[in-house]
């Protein structure tokens, strides 16, 4: 007989269990608790499982679930003539929308694993620049994460701890070094590292190495992709013969499926001759696209098709399916970095 109600009980345990299958949400979970708690009777087995499983669902893991099961939507900054810059919104099919404006020149875009938003600006007074990383809550409230005088702000990537790393160019350098800060969710300022020319696109790889692109165009400096080890440890991942003379990597973005790190490539000087190249990890070189202008910030999509903003007035952002190229859309202003996410 206490074997027959042991297994009635582990039969309706396994019952109760079916309402969760497919995607989590984090207010489903919590709605389905307290409709237990609210019932007389209670399986305790049941109850005892259902709170085991909610410490493992982290926010960064709930925010992914929750994400992987929808279409996210395409965010891009942009300098808009007469200094009302933006950030706009993208649907998966096109329609355009105003995240934000009133912007100092925003540049890299970047979201972290729970749904914020960090986006880098530059304002510039007297000739002396003052970089800042604002963070938009899933909330849509905006605050400052950090700054630094004399810095111009452009790349940004974020690892999985949440903390932001940016390319800054020093006003005050006469090679135009830039260094790469990394801010943590409490607000610390450290120095990451530093590259010797000027700096443009950030992006980690599936490992937590993380990729800078030199391209030194202000100052004559050196045309290269440096890798740095999450210690900090700076290699070169691609060097200066890896590029012709006046062309300069700007944009940097990994695809998911194959670990090769995609490049756009400005001469700045000769529009229509510019391109878009791919790296594999061992650092073998291939063309991927030519004959655009002024290709700035790239992304992926959830579907490995990759979006690339041509820097502009009024530039389109394209997408690359398999290769084939098209106009996804037109970018109010000059559009800049691009990143996905969740619709805001």
Do not use: C
Not at 1 to 7: D, I, P, S, V
Not at 110 to 139: E, M, Q
Not at 175 to 192: L, M, Q
Request: hydrophobic share 40%; net charge neutral; aromatic share 12%.
């Amino acid at each position: 007989m206490e074997a027959f109600y042991t297994q009635k009980l582990l039969q309706k345990n396994h019952q109760s269990d079916e309402h969760f299958e497919g995607p989590f949400s984090f207010v489903a979970v919590k709605g389905k608790l307290r409709n237990h708690k609210e019932r007389k009777r209670m399986n305790p087995l049941t109850h005892f499982r259902k709170i085991r499983i909610l410490p493992l669902l982290s926010l960064g893991a709930i925010f992914a679930l929750v994400t992987a099961a929808h279409a996210q939507n395409l965010y891009v900054s942009a300098n808009v003539p007469g200094g009302n810059h933006a950030i706009f919104e993208y649907t998966p099919t096109g329609t355009q929308s105003t995240y934000a404006t009133g912007l100092d020149n925003p540049r890299g875009l970047a979201f972290d694993s729970i749904g914020n938003l960090f986006a880098t600006t530059a304002h510039n007074a007297d000739d002396i620049d003052l970089g800042k990383v604002l963070k938009f809550n899933p909330r849509n409230h905006v605050n400052t994460v950090g700054s630094a005088a004399h810095f111009f702000f452009e790349g940004l990537a974020i690892d999985i701890a949440g903390n932001a790393y940016v390319m800054a160019n020093d006003d005050r350098s006469p090679t135009g070094a830039s260094t790469i800060f990394k801010f943590t969710p409490n607000g610390d300022r450290i120095v990451f590292g530093s590259i010797p020319g000027q700096g443009w696109g950030l992006a980690f790889d599936s490992t937590g190495n993380l990729y800078a692109a030199e391209g030194g165009i202000n100052f004559g400096g050196e045309r290269a992709i440096y890798k740095f080890a999450p210690d900090g440890t700076r290699t070169v991942f691609a060097g200066p013969s890896e590029f012709a003379e006046g062309e300069y990597p700007i944009g940097l973005a990994f695809d998911s499926s194959s670990g090769n790190l995609y490049v756009s490539i400005e001469t700045f000087t000769d529009p229509g001759a510019d391109s878009i190249v791919y790296f594999t990890p061992m650092g073998a070189k291939s063309i991927f696209a030519i004959g655009l202008t002024t290709p700035r910030g790239l992304a992926f999509d959830s579907f490995g098709n990759l979006f690339v903003a041509e820097a502009i007035t009024n530039g389109p952002i394209l997408k690359f399916t398999g290769g084939v190229q098209s106009t996804f859309a037109s970018s109010p202003g000059r559009p800049e970095f691009l990143t996905f996410g969740p619709p805001r």
